[in-house]
């Protein structure tokens, strides 16, 4: 018998959306081309220890970047508070993040392929190496975690049902940077406690 899932768990004290479980998901850049590094109307939320980090890596990446980000960061810096008062990574024509650049028609993160190559320390926001799932924060120093649905992201959802990749698995690498490897495996021990839709 299968049991039903209630809408929100508690992990390590995080809470955490069911639907991370339950719902499919893998990154299809041969279809997407990296469209969420230039879609939305804000940009990666950020803390101001990953500023600094992003402060730290910036001239390495410098030169990747398009003259309109550089012109950005000239005037604003690499990060600004957004209309919900959030601090995330500054944005080129309301959409665009800064550290966008490209490889073929491909959107890539500046930041994360030089950290990747070796040149600096400092990967990505944490916010977007665990999208799709956004980070809430709550009084109190409570952590809650939910599953965002976004149109850009369809070929993911196909994608991860085709290999049949929950969200948390796929995740794995930037939830146990995120809380810990002790902290991912009672994740996953509450995980198998439950069995994942097929359709």
Known sequence: ?????????????????????????CCDYEKCKGICCIEGDAGAPVTMEEIAGIEDALDTVWGDLSASAQSVIDRQGVAYTDKDGELVTSIVRGKDCVFTCYEGDNCLCALERAFRNGQTGFCKPISCALYPIREKRFSGGLVGLNYHRWEVCRDAVKKGKALGLPVYQFLKEPLIRRFGAAWYEELCEVANLFETPKD
Do not use: K, Q
């Open 1 to 25: 018998m299968v049991n039903e899932i209630p809408p929100i768990l508690e992990v390590g004290g995080v809470l955490i959306s069911s639907e991370i479980l339950t719902e499919y998901f």
